[in-house]
């Protein structure tokens, strides 16, 4: 079976100005892409867990959305030569009571069935304990909390699931 690092987007991956819908004013982190490289050496698979209630607020649209998306794997090949495997989304607004918007664990489970993860050996990685609860839920390994702008703290995250 594969294993994965889970990821959250906004202030794990990349600065948070809230609700980005230009792809020219999206980057990530400078020390991401060296640092999801590693994992991906190590045999995961990275799978992004996003909530983006911006679409359901109509702040953002589905195609703006996969621009961005676009636009980090556009990063990620030209700085280390790899992609995020796959994007899972929730678009509604937490008022709605959705099954898929972080903590619930649904959108875990749903790449975890698509991709054959064993949870038990798979990683997720987020800044707010909805991301924690979420990959907890999941029965993840491990949920490590990373803080954001902050290199160190994701760094060591990463290579605390590179030593376990
Ligand atoms: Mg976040
Ligand atoms: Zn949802």
Redesign the pocket.
Known sequence: MAKAVFLDRDHTLNPDSGYISDPNKFDLYPWVPEELKKLKLKGFLLIVVSNQSGIARGLITWEQLNLIHRKMDEILDQKVNIKIDSYQV???HPD?G????KPKPKLLIAAAQAFQIDLSESFMVGDRDSDMNAGKKAGVKQALLVTPDDELSFRSAVQQILNS
């Open positions: 929730c678009p509604h709605e959705c099954d898929c918007r």
